[in-house]
């Protein structure tokens, strides 16, 4: 008597599914799909310590191997997937990770996708074959999961860390201005409107790249700012030259050590993207020296 076979590409799915569950906190909300033919296995959703329900979703693709032979440099080319499903990944509107699972360490390692596409950039835009490079140091796991939560967060802003990186250097010179505009001044004068909205943009810019690059942001917020002046001068005007003298110092400390994270980001680690992307940039932050400073315009 005969009866259906279980093939083994299905039992690795299954247990691969089983590992990854196991090396996530219990709290987090695994939420399967039905169709898996596009390149989503599943959806994972972060909860916090507090066991809030954040809205944060990572798609993930699991991909099982029965032990992974990783290179002396301790990387794992993952490679045969279809450049269709890897277009439709970096279009995808919540980040995208590529987990390679060990079954029989049963350990999981994670490769965020967009990150890769980018630092890969010329294999991606021939549209024939993409790789995936996964990194033993990327490991998921349960007694640390501050990297893969770090590198989602990352995901989630790549498209704004290239509005706001694009916005840093094409008003860097007009910072510049603006920062021996407000440094010194009489510090009983009232701040115009137009001057607070330029500061709200420049102190918001340059907090989301500290946060992104990690540069320590210890700036007060700018409200605190806002109420510390009005308490000392009145409430005539939202700020006075003495506070947007003390923010605009503060900022001014952040400018050097932003452009020097750009000048890495965007020649050394996305160096191919920004080459075939916005080569005019490329050019500009290839001529920054080593004290930040932009040699050409």
């Known amino acids: 008597m005969k009866f259906p076979e279980r093939v083994d590409k299905h039992i690795t799915e299954s247990s691969s599914f089983k590992i990854f569950s196991n090396n996530i906190p219990d709290s987090w909300i695994i939420r399967e799909v039905t169709e898996r033919d596009y390149g989503i296995d599943c959806y994972i959703e972060l909860v916090n310590i507090k066991n809030q329900v954040t809205g944060e979703l990572i798609s993930i693709q699991l991909k099982g191997k029965q032990g992974i032979n990783w290179t002396k440099e301790d990387y ?3 490679s045969g997937i279809n450049i269709f499903t890897s277009n439709y990944w970096n279009r995808f509107p ?17 490769c965020p996708v967009k990150s890769r596409i980018r630092q890969n950039y010329y294999d991606y835009a021939k549209q024939d074959k993409f790789s995936y490079r996964v990194n033993r140091i ?3 796991e349960l007694k640390d999961l ?8 990352q995901e989630k802003r790549i498209d704004d860390l ?3 990186l694009s916005t840093f250097i094409s008003h860097y010179q007009q910072y510049q201005v603006f920062i021996g505009e407000n440094i010194g001044r009489d510090c009983f004068m009232g701040v115009e409107n137009d001057r607070v909205l330029y500061l709200k943009h420049f102190y918001n810019n340059l907090r989301f790249l500290c946060n992104f690059f990690n540069i320590d942001w210890n700036i007060e917020p700018l ?21 947007i003298d003390e923010v605009v110092t503060e900022l001014d400390k952040k400018v050097t050590p932003i452009m020097l ?4 980001h965007i020649t050394n680690k996305e160096r191919e993207y920004w080459m075939i992307t916005d080569i005019h940039l490329f050019n500009l932050m290839i001529n920054v020296n080593d ?7």
């Open 291 to 297: 004290k930040g400073e932009m040699l050409t315009w």
């Open 94 to 110: 919540t980040p995208v990770f590529l987990c390679l699972v060990d079954i029989v360490s049963k350990e999981v390692f994670f």
């Open 261 to 264: 994270e750009l000048k890495e």
């Open 76 to 78: 794992f080319t993952f």
């Open 223 to 243: 409200s605190d700012y806002f109420r510390r002046s009005q308490k000392n001068f009145g409430d005539d005007y939202t700020i006075y030259e003495q506070e």
């Open 146 to 153: 501050s990297s893969f939560v770090t590198s989602y967060f």
């Open 162 to 164: 290239e509005r706001n």
């Open 138 to 140: 990327d490991k998921l």
